[in-house]
């Protein structure tokens, strides 16, 4: 064979398993749907879970690497018509929760965070519920901040830092013979992603459906020690801006893709 044909062939086949490995980094996860809705129990049993794959929170987005010993995590999502639920198993070797206040830095302690795009619209949700990035604390209580604040609103000391107990419920159970390692279950009702700066109470939940695609990012906070994270890691590989991969609470065009099967 001509030497010349044995490299164009050798680069076409390395450029795809090149574009094979590339796709396969935010590649779509899919959520099997649940016959039966999983018990929040924090516990693997249910029959829901054998259905769904697991996936890794072994992406870098702040902080230094973990040793796997420190940390480490995947999930898994299924889906009913009623409720989106995911399932965490987390090695973490301390739990720890320096802010008591819910409201206050509250990505600074021990968080499961699950970023979720409705509509899958991608673009800014910061200050807006274009999407969400709850921040479930160790006391399970699930905390986003919402639109800025009128001036009348701030003198009279409100917040746009909000708990949504009505999206988002859980529980965690650590293991007896693993105590480093936990089991997280949450329950999500999903609310439409085409609001932006309404109060929360006029969100509406929707249906779930086969077919239909979401934006998903989940990551966990890892704090051990001081006030603040040592290690942000999530399942999807962001490219950095000036060098900052710490994008998902601003832009939720960084998400993956969830989709529900059947």
Known sequence: MNFCI???????????????????????YESPFADQAPILDG???DPAWEKAKWKSLDKLMLGTQPDENDFSARYKVVW?????YLIAE????????????????????????IFLDEDKSGGNHLYNYNAFAYHIALDNQAIDVGPFLTEEDQKAGKSNIKAFPDHVKSIWKRSITEPSKILWEVQITVYQGDNKDVEPSMIKPIKLSKGKEMGLMVAYCDSDYGNAREHFMGDVEIEPINGDKNLGFIDASVFGTVKLVK
């Open 90 to 113: 987390i090695v973490d070797d301390v739990l720890h929760d320096s802010h008591p206040n819910p409201l206050e830095q509250y990505w600074n302690d021990d968080t499961l965070e």
């Open 6 to 28: 044995v490299i164009l062939l050798f680069l076409f086949f390395s450029g795809q398993s090149f574009a094979e490995e590339k796709a396969v980094v935010n590649e779509i």
């Open 80 to 84: 009913t018509e009623e409720h989106l």
């Open 43 to 45: 516990e693997l049993s």
